[in-house]
C-alpha cells in the first residue's frame, strides 16, 4: 500500500503537462512563421508589425532570430499555448481550418486545412513537449 502511494505521487501532475522545449521552439517551430504559403502571407509579415502575438523584427539581413530575438518569440508565444493540449492552443487553432477543429475566424487566414499538415504537427509536437 506504501509503495502503491509513493508510486502515486512520483508523478506529479507536472508530468502530464511537459514543459515547452526552447531549442524545438527556436529550431523547429520558429521557421514555420518565416514560410510563404501560396495565396498568404507569411505569419512574419503581419505579427511583426503590431498585433497581440508579437514576433521580433529580424536583424537587417538575417535570415533567422538570434538567441535573445527567439527568447522573446518564445515569451510571446507560450500565453497562446496550452502545454500538452494543441487544440486548446490559439497558436494552432487561430490559423487552423474550422472545418479541421480550427477557430472559426484569423483574419490573417487559414494557413493549415488540417490537423495532418507537417508544420501543424511540428508545432503540435512542441505544445506535446517534443525536444529536438
Ligand atoms: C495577413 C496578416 C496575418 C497573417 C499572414 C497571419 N496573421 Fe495571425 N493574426 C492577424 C491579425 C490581424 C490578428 C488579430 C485579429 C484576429 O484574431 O483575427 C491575428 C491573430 C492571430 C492569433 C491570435 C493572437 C491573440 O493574441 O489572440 C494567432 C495565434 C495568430 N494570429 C497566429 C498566426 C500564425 C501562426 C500565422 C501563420 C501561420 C498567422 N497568424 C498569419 C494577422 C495575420
Redesign the pocket.
Known amino acids: 500500500m506504501a509503495a502503491a502511494l509513493a508510486a502515486a505521487f512520483a508523478f506529479p501532475a507536472a508530468c502530464q503537462t511537459p514543459p515547452l522545449d526552447f531549442e524545438f521552439f527556436r529550431t523547429r517551430v520558429q521557421p ?2 518565416l514560410l510563404k504559403r501560396p495565396g ?4 512574419y ?3 511583426s508589425t503590431g ?3 508579437r514576433i521580433e523584427r529580424l536583424s537587417p539581413g538575417a535570415a533567422s532570430w538570434n538567441d535573445e530575438q527567439s527568447r522573446r518569440n518564445f515569451d510571446s508565444v507560450l500565453r ?1 499555448v496550452v502545454p500538452g493540449d494543441p487544440l486548446a492552443s ?2 494552432l487553432t ?2 487552423l481550418a474550422p472545418e479541421a477543429g480550427g477557430d472559426p ?5 487559414k ?1 493549415w486545412d488540417s490537423q495532418l499538415d507537417p508544420e501543424w504537427q511540428t508545432l503540435a509536437a512542441w505544445v506535446r513537449g517534443r525536444k529536438p
Open positions: 514555420v512563421f498568404h502571407a507569411r505569419c509579415v503581419c505579427h498585433t497581440t502575438f497562446l490559439r497558436l487561430h490559423p475566424f484569423h483574419s490573417g487566414g494557413h
